[in-house]
């Protein structure tokens, strides 16, 4: 008679875990990713004030070694924002915003004049660890908490293959420009 009162015995089953919208969450990455991961958040260091890049700088840069989320910081640091980033470093708005997602990667004398703009080296802009790698879902815009590790291997190339991507003079053992 009340039997339309009782309820019908729930089976306890646990949620399905919502996959990430970007990326992968670190608390669910293989040891060895976390482990990766681990060393580009907590190398990033300004070694030394802007000097003129070094050969070896720009190798870095043509590797694909700068890091998005370097870039990021140094910027939130010294609170740089708008489009007088833009110009500091001879782009047109939004290019810094875009470094910063990982879509666009800066050609070389975008890069020296970033790092002159924040005053650190070349070198602390990248990490030897890091390669371009393509993500199916990347952001269009910077999110509060997303460290943006790489840049998409197609913006690397472009870039990198550009006319004025030959890099510092280096100079011959008498002092001579090489030619």
């Known amino acids: 008679m009340f039997k339309f ?18 990326g992968e969450r670190i608390s669910t990455a293989p040891p060895a990713a976390r482990e990766h991961a681990k060393r580009l958040l907590t190398n990033l260091q300004v070694t030394e004030p802007f000097t003129e890049p070094d050969c070896d700088e720009h190798a870095l840069w043509k590797a694909g070694k700068l890091v998005p989320f370097y870039i990021t910081y ?20 939004p290019a810094v915003d875009r470094w910063e997602t990982g879509v666009e990667y800066p050609r070389w004398e975008q890069t020296v004049a970033l790092a002159r703009f924040l005053d650190v ?3 602390d802009l990248t990490h030897p660890d890091v390669e371009p790698r393509h993500h199916e879902i990347r952001p269009k815009m910077r999110l509060p908490g997303l460290a943006i590790m790489s840049f998409e291997p197609a913006a690397v190339e472009e870039a990198t293959k550009s006319s004025l991507a030959e890099g ?4 011959a053992p008498d002092n001579e420009p090489v030619r």
């Open 121 to 123: 080296r070349v070198r």
């Open 168 to 171: 510092p003079a280096l100079s």
């Open 74 to 93: 140094l910027l939130d640091a010294g609170g740089h924002v708008g489009p007088s980033v833009d110009a500091a470093c001879l782009a047109e708005e």
């Open 5 to 22: 009162f009782r309820r019908k015995p729930r089976i306890a089953t646990a949620p399905e875990p919502e996959p990430p919208i970007f």
